[in-house]
């Protein structure tokens, strides 16, 4: 049975790799593969999923508004296998979605994706995701001090920790670090003592 599998970590881990890489596993089998991304995320080129170690592959830009079972079902229900990077981005209604062509069409979905956000709150497609995938994983990274990454810490322009803000800043290595909670919390005091609140 297909199961809907989310796959998440922290900046920085390797989830986009990671989808490409299962792309060209199921490729290499002989298999045919929908790989797309929301559409918010318009960094670089927007219909490609690109990796930090130089991996990437076209995908499908789906907007907010888009129904991912109705999408699958009339213009792709010759693949046989969904794959979704920034998952986080979704909605909860096109998790359902992915959900849908799990159970009907009895093909699998992997998605991977942030779990939480620059405050540590879970997105809308992370938090449902978590709620039905039938598989989760997570992809660890680590923290500059050797910890186990956890928190997507924002950067403003003066190098500083941001604590406060949009959930949703599109952006890479120069805006976002992974660390892990501790250290992300000492920056918040360090920062607070010298005056400096972002």
């Not at 790989?35 to 907010?64: F, N, Q, T, W, Y």
């Amino acid at each position: 049975m297909a199961k809907l599998y989310f796959k998440y970590g922290a900046m920085g881990c390797s989830k986009s790799a990671q989808a490409l890489i299962t792309k060209f596993n199921y490729e290499e089998r002989g298999m045919t593969v929908l790989l797309m991304k929301p559409a918010i995320d318009d960094r670089e080129d927007a219909a490609v999923v690109h990796s930090r170690i130089g991996l990437e592959a076209p995908c499908l830009m789906v907007p907010a508004d888009m129904d991912l079972f109705k999408l699958y079902t009339e213009n792709y229900r010759d693949r046989d296998v969904v794959i979704v990077d920034e998952c986080q981005f979704l909605t909860e209604e096109q998790v359902d979605q992915l959900g849908q062509i799990v159970l009907d069409c009895n093909i699998p979905v992997l998605c991977f994706g942030l779990r939480t956000d620059f405050l540590t709150h879970l997105f809308p497609g992370s938090k449902r995701l978590l709620e039905i995938a039938e598989s989760v994983t997570e992809i660890k990274s680590v923290c500059r001090c050797g910890a186990k990454a956890t928190v997507n810490a924002r950067f403003d322009d003066n190098g500083n920790v941001v604590y406060q803000g949009a959930q949703v800043l599109i952006g890479g290595n120069s805006r976002y670090e992974a660390m892990c909670r501790r250290c992300w919390l000492r920056k918040k005091k360090e920062q607070e003592e010298r005056g400096i609140i972002s």
